[in-house]
């Protein structure tokens, strides 16, 4: 069933608080921004709002009373779970609740009526809905990101971003193995350099500094590929149509999390290892079944597909701004 909506309301987008989880987000706020007056709400993304100019982005609201309608997306954190006792105590006629899980309706207290395939993808599943049941039926995989100018896509053809990092450690390829892939990609040509959060370098000195995430936007946009854990950075660089190559630890996060703007390569165990219910071993040691030649491998897809990546066909999607 499909949502009514009055003419040029004022909505509010609440955005879990991870980096891709907002990215994915803004495709909602894209869209219904081509109708409506939209403001996306999350953590930190405001650093990005000269790749979005035209959506505004905030970290918290002052005031709720001014908004028609609200969609959140459910996260059991203190900053969404104070919205959401507000919008369902107040605002529950105009409020709408997604819940972003590969695993519908598990440990989830309210209904939600994004109804999410975890046989498709975040991005797949929001762009469904907003074809679906917002009624826009020109919806597609863009989240509205602008690339500001001066900023050159792809400009450093021999560098590759390696992200490894995440928000969990049990995602993360271990270290040792990012450590022999650079230098193998360093003897094969290519300038791998490391990107991690300024909280991350005491473990990763490699990484340069940047100052802030409008400063990753750039240094990923200008990098030729990007080879990294499941995170928000992948997110990031498929958005900008940087081909990107993503290490997941299991087939269902990587159905449903895979960073999918673009077509990129996602690289995941052998799933050899057993996981008895007491020992877990494939959730503990899946790294194990991941080798640097296995990266490589898949790294060479990955250049075959970015031989096909040129800023034309990025272009289509994206916009240069002033």
Known sequence: MKMTFSSHEKIAVFSCKGLGDGLITLILSHHLSK????????????????????????????????????FLFYERTPWMKKILST??????????????????????????????????????????????????????????????????????????????????????????????????????????????????????????LFPNLDAVARFIFESAYIIGNDSGIGHLASCMGIPTLSIFRNKRSSTFWRPSFREGVVLLPKGRLPNLKWLRWRDKYWHWEISVCDVIRAFNQLCILGHETSLSSVLKKVNIIG
């Open 35 to 70: 109708r409506h007056r939209v403001t996306t709400f999350h953590p930190f993304l405001q650093e990005l709002q000269r790749w979005f100019p035209h959506l505004p982005l905030q970290p918290f609201p002052s005031c709720l009373e001014e908004f028609d309608r609200f």
């Open 87 to 208: 919008c369902l105590l107040h605002y529950r006629s105009k409020t709408t609740i997604l819940n972003p899980i590969a695993t519908s309706h598990r440990d989830y207290p309210y209904w939600e009526e994004g109804r999410f395939d975890g046989a498709l993808s975040f991005v797949e599943n929001l762009t469904i809905f907003c074809r679906d049941i917002l009624g826009i039926e020109d919806s597609h995989r863009e989240n509205g990101i602008s690339i500001p100018q001066g900023i050159v896509y792809r400009k450093y053809a021999k560098r590759i971003t390696l992200h490894p990092t995440s928000s969990r450690r049990g995602k993360n390829w271990p270290r040792s193995k990012f450590l022999r892939l650079a230098d193998t990609l360093k003897s094969q040509g290519w300038d791998p350099i490391f990107l991690v959060s300024p909280m991350e370098r005491a473990e990763w000195p490699e990484s340069p």
